[in-house]
């Protein structure tokens, strides 16, 4: 228990054979369950966690997968197991060893002093994480942030790829997890989601492992289209869902408008172009028209953004 909450960790973990004995390990007694969900590992993982359930830690639950789910597939079963069971407090932590135990109280301590309902792991606060992370991941990983702050309308936030993380039983009885994406974009498809039902999110600044013995298999360069493209979908679910389904908003207008003059302004300028290529000049009108249309886009989705930064900003935790 912590601060009268019980509290359960759930683990994903795929080949972490080299570093879930120092997860379970370095787990705090105030843990009551540690949920490891081992997706289909071709090494000795399974076995590895079994070892420790023969030995009597009864605070070990494995949730066997067989089939590969992802991260997102085996933070689903967590949650699941997490929400069957009554838990008032499921916190994240993959089985790399990468997320420090010393920063754990603090991503619980909003979420046990109904301060948020969902507090994460924020590893660029300092200017440490330039130093430590691989440098492709760290601006790989601030590139999604900024597209994700506008999809999620979370704009207090960042580092959304951190999964380091706790949530609570009213936000674990919400969100429908058989609907959530299972891949690496798991992450920032809950933080939309979260936003949809007005959930309070808090951003606390963590330090993370690096170079202890983990492998990644996040492949920055695979993902950050795949991600893109997923944050666009979610970013238009969010809207209809939040500011025109459940209420309304005027910035619906905004956004509907900037979009409207963001393809007229691509239009007008490869016209421009034509007539340039053309006549050899370019006529003041079609430049002026041109000019028009993306001052207008550019103004109107600033607008629609700085209402969905003003409307979302009582859910800081």
């Known amino acids: ?3 009268n909450k019980s509290v359960c960790v759930v683990v994903p973990a795929y ?41 009597g830690n009864k605070k070990i639950v494995l ?7 992802g991260c997102g597939g085996s933070l689903i079963s967590g949650y699941m197991w997490a929400k069957k069971n009554d838990f008032d407090i499921a916190v994240r932590m993959d089985g790399d060893g990468q997320m420090s135990i010393k920063n754990l109280p603090s991503l619980l301590d909003p979420v046990a002093d109904n301060l ?41 936030v960042a580092d959304f790829q951190s999964g380091y993380t706790a949530i609570n039983k009213k936000a674990l009885n919400t969100i429908n997890w058989n609907k959530m994406y299972k891949r690496y974009g798991q992450p920032n498809d809950l933080l939309i989601r979260l936003n949809v039902y007005n959930f ?9 492992l690096y170079n202890i013995g983990e492998k990644s298999g996040m492949k920055i360069k695979k993902v950050i289209f795949t991600l893109s493209w997923l944050l666009i979908k979610m970013f238009f679910w969010r809207i209809k869902e939040k500011y025109i389904i459940r209420d309304f908003h005027p910035l619906v207008f905004f ?14 300028s490869v016209r421009l172009i034509y007539i340039w290529i053309s006549i050899g000049y370019i006529p003041p009108i079609n430049a002026l028209a041109a000019l028009f249309s993306f001052m207008s886009a550019s103004q109107f989705i600033l607008f629609a953004m700085w209402f969905d930064m003003e409307a979302n900003k009582w859910l800081r935790g």
Not at 29 to 47: F, L, R
Not at 63 to 69: L, P
Not at 256 to 264: H, K, P, Q
């Open 1 to 3: 228990m912590y601060k």
């Open 15 to 55: 080949n972490e054979e080299t570093q879930i004995s120092t997860v379970i390990d370095n787990m705090p007694d105030y843990i009551d369950k540690i949920v490891i969900i081992d997706d289909a590992s071709t090494d000795n993982t399974k076995q590895i966690v079994k070892k420790y359930i023969a030995i």
């Open 63 to 69: 949730i066997e997968h067989q089939k590969n789910q």
């Open 116 to 156: 948020a309902d969902y507090s994460k792991g924020n590893r660029l606060f300092t200017g440490d994480a330039y130093k430590k992370m691989p440098k492709l991941r760290y601006f790989g990983n601030a590139f999604l942030s900024l597209l994700t702050k506008i999809a999620s309308g979370y704009w207090h």
């Open 200 to 208: 309070r999110v808090a951003d606390i600044p963590i330090e993370s």
């Open 255 to 268: 956004y509907i408008l900037g979009m409207f003059f963001s393809i007229t302004s691509v239009f007008l």
